[in-house]
């Protein structure tokens, strides 16, 4: 997004992980030169600095993420304009159940914004689309949105502004 021109001001990513050894690496932000698989690595350049123990990501990208543990299945539903414009959430449901999938497919619709993109494994894309998600007329991704927004508004650009959100009324 930063490369993209997109303001820090204007974005912030959350990640969530049910491991907390996960979560730990992440806030590390330390990479190993096998985690960068793309030919053109202009990008690691611009936002990783190199080091003895692998490759550490730039404190101005890190600033953008809040990472925390939790639970898909259990995460509360936000509040009205608080949904998810973009969710990323590739290769976790081919571990589930059918029952399973389905609920953490409905939780993920309910955090997803309704012009929102929910990006998944290429494996849970029929699952996704069994369950209220559409394939997005996005090439080469695997990109869903939910169905009703497909049939109602065109695809909106990534490129939108940050939504803004009423301050929380000071009690008395």
Do not use: W
């Amino acid at each position: 997004l930063l490369d993209a021109g997109v303001s820090a001001q204007a974005f912030t990513i959350e990640a969530v992980d049910v491991s907390r050894q996960a979560v730990a690496r992440a806030r590390r932000g330390l990479y190993n030169r096998n985690a960068f698989r793309t030919a053109d690595l202009s990008f690691r350049n611009r936002h990783f600095s190199q080091s003895p123990e692998g490759y550490t990501l730039s404190a101005a990208v890190r600033a953008q993420v809040q990472t925390s543990c939790g639970n898909l299945l259990t995460l509360n539903e936000p509040a009205p304009g608080q949904a998810f414009d973009l969710i990323c959430c590739r290769n976790l449901l081919i571990y589930f159940d059918a029952a399973t999938q389905h609920a953490a497919i409905r939780k993920l619709h309910a955090l997803l914004a309704d012009d929102g993109l929910l990006f998944a494994g290429y494996a849970e894309t029929t699952v996704c689309c069994q369950h209220g998600f559409a394939m997005a007329p996005l090439p080469k991704a695997f990109a869903l949105q939910k169905k009703q927004a497909q049939d109602a508004v065109a695809l909106a650009p990534l490129h939108r502004p940050k939504r803004r959100v009423a301050p929380a009324a000071a009690s008395a």
